[in-house]
């Protein structure tokens, strides 16, 4: 489904739109870097606000534009926190993005289904850089975060379903 | 209209959580008991390893490198003391005393764990 209908649409337009869904993304991973810990989980573990950005681009706009806001968060992220939390958002962000797109495209799945899956694509990648630039035992974790992936992703679609009908309503204007 | 909840998205979930509950419980029967170990890792390398024995007194130990860590240990437990690096999430991970316990801070590439003995599976039937 197209933010508008191609008649009407023009490029300035979109670019407009994906700057400021662009800029709502960074606004949310920021504000959630504000949020006290998850208990349970180890630090870092986020509920992924700002993926619901890019699910909904991947949804309306395609899967180019949803990896530019991938990218673009992970470029926040390394001048706020540093190189190696740019290279995590990077592998999470872009992996995620990917495998929600893909989902989208099968039709099989709903907004949850496909919330969960970015989550766990999110977690898995980052835990393979954590992997790779540490140590084995990081995967203790593996289990505790499939957990939060199922709840942070039921998050996203929830959210995501309650404010569609307001960016609809906005479409429409 | 995207739907919100398919029966997709129930066998998603479901297989998620019970790889994680599989996993949890396989890993559980495979705990330790007895003595615990702390284990210092810098780039995959151990660099110290240790018994977490009751009568440890506080020690720490730095790490050097590009961003440098203390590590400290006391009885019983192990944990990230300082460090350089910009975001300090290892030195949220808390104390470590249960074995399986593990922090680590990424941009630094230092992980810190606890271990414990392998249970040997004939001691069970014992």
């Excluded at chain 1, 023009?10 to 959630?32: C, D, P, T």
């Excluded at chain 1, 606000?49 to 890019?54: A, M, P, Q």
């Excluded at chain 2, 909840?5 to 008991?33: E, M, P, Q």
Aim: aromatic residues 8%; proline residues 4%.
């Amino acid at each position: 489904m197209r933010l508008q209908d191609k008649n009407r649409g023009n490029h300035a337009r979109r670019i407009a739109e994906l700057g400021i869904f662009a800029a709502l993304a960074l606004v949310l991973s920021f504000l959630e870097g504000l949020l006290p810990p998850l208990p349970m989980m180890p630090p870092g573990a986020k509920l992924g606000l700002s993926n619901i950005v890019t699910m909904f681009i991947a949804s309306s706009q395609g899967l180019f534009p949803a990896l530019l806001i991938a990218v673009l968060k992970g470029l926040f992220a390394g001048v706020t926190r540093g190189f190696t939390a740019m290279i995590l958002s990077l592998a999470g962000g872009m992996l995620s993005t990917a495998l929600m797109y893909l989902l989208f495209r099968t039709n099989k799945f709903g907004l949850i289904g496909v919330g969960v899956a970015g989550a766990f694509a999110h977690n898995a990648a980052q835990l393979a850089c954590a992997y790779f630039l540490t140590s084995r035992t990081m995967l203790w974790y593996a289990p505790w975060l499939c957990v939060l992936s199922a709840a942070t992703g039921t998050l996203s679609g929830l959210l995501l379903c309650a404010v569609l009908p307001l960016i609809r309503k906005l479409e429409r204007k | 209209m995207k739907k919100l909840f398919s029966r997709a998205d129930a066998v998603l979930i479901a297989v998620i959580l019970l790889a994680a509950a599989a996993v949890l419980v396989f890993s559980a029967a495979g705990a330790t008991d007895g003595e615990a170990f702390a284990r210092i890792e810098k780039d995959g390398e151990t660099i110290h390893y240790f018994r977490l024995s009751e009568d440890l007194s506080y020690r720490e130990y730095e790490i050097g490198g590009d961003i440098p860590v203390t590590v400290a240990a006391e009885k019983g437990a192990v944990w990230f003391l300082r460090s350089e690096c910009p975001d300090h999430l290892c030195v949220r991970f808390g104390k470590l005393s249960k074995s399986g316990d593990t922090a680590v801070c990424l941009p630094a590439r230092v992980s810190v764990s606890v271990e414990g003995e392998k249970k040997a599976v004939d001691a069970v039937t014992g």
